[in-house]
């Protein structure tokens, strides 16, 4: 199993940046992808953004392209999430996860954290 902590979601106003954090412990050695989702209240969970185990590869969603930036240190099990320039579409609870494979599809994850909470206000 794999457990995933997301952390650093918050309150910011438009055009401002925060850096969530997820944190994995666990048999992390079995999952080469991790993954940032959102989802906002309404709608089903989103891809923002994957990375893969060494970090040479890298994929954003269109929506988020040019304004956030996917980072990992492995030494410390951590994936980073930085989000600049926010506006109010960026409201959401973010959720990172794990999978084998390269994929964008939610459905392909295996292991997710519980989320944190990022509001935008204008």
């Known amino acids: 199993q794999v457990q995933l902590v997301e952390s650093g979601g918050g309150h910011v106003q438009a055009g401002g940046s925060l850096r969530l954090s997820c944190a994995a412990s666990?048999?992390?050695?079995?999952?080469?992808?991790m993954a940032w989702f959102r989802q906002a209240p309404g709608k089903e969970r989103a891809f923002v953004a994957a990375?893969?185990?060494?970090?040479?590869?890298?994929r954003y969603a269109d929506s988020v392209e040019g304004r956030v930036t996917i980072s990992r240190d492995n030494a410390k099990n951590t994936v980073y999430l930085q989000l600049n320039s926010l506006n109010s579409e960026d409201a959401a609870v973010y959720y990172c996860?794990?999978?084998?494979?390269?994929?964008?599809?939610?459905?392909?994850?295996?292991?997710w954290g519980q989320g944190t909470q990022v509001t935008v206000s204008s």
């Open positions: 996860g794990v999978t084998r494979g390269w994929s964008s599809d939610r459905n392909d994850y295996d292991y």
């Open positions: 990375i893969n185990w060494s970090g040479g590869r890298r």
């Open positions: 666990g048999r992390t050695y079995s999952y080469n992808v």
